[in-house]
């Protein structure tokens, strides 16, 4: 929020991200990244470097609800997703414009989208979608050059390329991103820390039984009856 005061944003949009802040604190409550960072600090961090190359408010509340329908804790979370009905909720917190940036991000063809060839026919929504991801990678990527190791890659959908950070560093330059690409640039020459070993790829939670209990209760029921 201090970033974003020094910005001098006027006080609705204010608002309009604290609406978003506390949407995301509400479905991410217990979660952690693999590393065990907890994961607001993650939704935080890419909010955060979504702000360094825009004031769009709307994008930069998307960036904190960027993973919402992927790891989101919305009642009913341990049963097959009924993501409209999540889309209604989010939407009810954030609005409708917002709500369907998080979606497109959701449902983005990433390895299509980030390809340098296509970058100048794409729309204006579509480099929005880009910086959100390239947000997300970075703070993946600071995360991974980190003290603590994880199996998961923050570069995974160019990893089998020589130079996967120089690719993006590219497509940083590409959209005008110009503060992203300085942050792979800067990051990309740090030597992995690697103080502590993790066996986890990917983020978690720690549930109360009062919450799990249902849902093993519902199972055991229908197995039982067939």
Known sequence: MTQLLAL???RNELEELNKACDLM???VAGGYRATGR?????LIGVASLTALETRDVKLISAALLHSS???GRFRGWLLPPMLNKRRKIVARYVGEETEQIVHSYQMADWRALLDPQKLPALSETE????LLKLADMLEDFMEERGPIATHKNALWPFIKMDDPAA???GISTGIGAEKIASGFREVSTRSPQRIIERNRDRTYFHTPLRSVLPYFIKSTLQRRRT
């Open 38 to 42: 907890p994961f607001y600090n993650h």
């Open 69 to 71: 329908y992927e790891f």
């Open 167 to 169: 690719y993006i560093i």
């Open 8 to 10: 001098d944003m006027p």
């Open 127 to 130: 480099r929005n979608l880009i």
């Open 25 to 27: 604190a509400e479905l």
